[in-house]
């Protein structure tokens, strides 16, 4: 069974740039894949933040983007602030009405 | 602006079946663009896609969990439900309705989230 992984953790500096990935344990990402990102942070529901690969969901500022970098989608956070410290997890549609979670990123900005 | 509201249970004997129901209002759960869907996440765990279904009840389960669940839909009452039968410890989770945005044959994100509830499986 395929395996969407990500990092299990990561810090940036406020107002420094940090790039989360989304990979698979066999094979590349493409954006056939329409990879998805989602914030979270605790005691919530996920937030959307990215779909398609790099369309921004409505409300979501213009410094989370996203993208395929090498074999793997990402997520960059441009100028990240305190309140960007969350959970991050990507998506990636499988096919046959497939949707397969990465293991999640928890992001620490200190 | 869709939302979702799930109800149920939150405590489960082991070896029986969870149930939950998630409440759709705000829009019609008759969309061809949308799938409606369960997404769990056992404390401190990360998020896992149990299934979605269409309007239709054509439905789509998780491969390591298709054995056990069923999801269902109820048109009359914008409702759709979630049965997960023979549930242990591992199935502790707090349980998310989401919609899913889908076109032809793809699907690309989760886009209305309920705001969960925890199911605790024990004796």
């Known amino acids: 069974q395929t395996v969407v992984t990500q990092e299990p953790s990561f810090s940036v500096s406020p107002g420094g740039t940090v790039t989360l990935t989304c990979g698979l344990s066999?094979?590349?990402?493409?954006?056939?894949?329409?990879p998805s990102w989602y914030q979270q942070t605790p005691g919530q529901a996920p937030r959307t933040l990215i779909y398609?690969?790099?369309t921004r969901s409505s409300g979501v500022p213009d410094r989370f983007s996203g993208s395929i970098l090498g074999n793997k989608a990402a997520l960059t956070i441009t100028g990240a602030q305190a309140d960007d410290e969350s959970d991050y997890y990507c998506?990636?549609?499988?096919?046959?009405?497939?949707?397969?979670f990465g293991g999640g990123t928890k992001l620490t900005v200190l | 602006q869709l939302q979702l509201q799930e109800s149920g249970p939150g405590l489960v004997k082991p070896s029986e079946t969870l149930s939950l129901t998630c409440t759709v209002s705000?829009?019609?759960?008759?969309?061809?663009?949308?799938?409606w869907g369960w997404i769990r996440q056992p404390p401190g765990k990360g998020l896992e896609w149990i299934g979605s279904i269409y309007y239709s009840g054509s439905t789509y389960y998780s491969p390591s969990l298709k054995s056990r669940v069923t999801i269902s839909v109820d048109t009359s009452k914008s409702q759709f439900s979630l049965k997960l039968s023979s549930v242990t410890a591992a199935d502790t989770a707090v349980y998310y309705c989401?919609?899913?945005?889908?076109?032809?044959?793809?699907?690309?994100?989760?886009?209305?989230w309920g705001q969960g509830t925890l199911v605790t499986v024990s004796s």
């Open positions: 398609s690969t790099n």
């Open positions: 998506v990636l549609y499988m096919g046959s009405g497939i949707s397969v």
């Open positions: 705000g829009g019609s759960i008759s969309s061809s663009f949308y799938n």
């Open positions: 989401a919609t899913r945005y889908c076109s032809g044959s793809s699907c690309f994100y989760f886009n209305y």
């Open positions: 066999s094979g590349s990402v493409s954006t056939g894949y329409y």
